[in-house]
């Protein structure tokens, strides 16, 4: 290995998003933008709309799209796969509203854990880019940002739960 080349990403992780076809300096900006322009459109039945901001098409156009299945039984639990589809999301605008709230941020979806037609959580993002997920148990703290969170799922690290009052 290169030692001047700085790795975002351990070995593991690097192998399981490449596979996965993602790659350095890889930017569908098209995409991102079509998918913003969908959330934004979108109103659910009690009127709720969906946030978009740079934070959320800045990770949708480097990794929106990509299918992530990790290899290997994951450190604490079993890794997921990944899906990095925002539409995914797309009727939670008031579930996201509401977390947003409670944390005092905007959220926005990211994808899902699990197979399609079998997610067991959404993922979302907020204005900072923090990473969070949602499932039937709860909601839960993935990552500061992407890549954190990313190897976090990957690898099969516990998320923290969060605590909303």
Known sequence: MNEHHTTRFSVAVDAALREAGWQHGRWDIKQAEHWADTLRAHESPGGHRHAVFPAAVEAWAEFGG???TPQGPGREIAPATLRLDPLAGLH???TLGDLGRALGTELTPLGEEGEEGNAQAVLAIDTEGRVYS???TG???VGPDVDQALTTLI???RPTRLTTD
Do not use: C, E, F, N
């Open 139 to 141: 909601d839960w703290y």
């Open 155 to 157: 690898t099969g690290s």
């Open 134 to 136: 949602l499932d039937h």
């Open 92 to 94: 939670l605008a008031r």
């Open 66 to 68: 990509l299918r992530i």
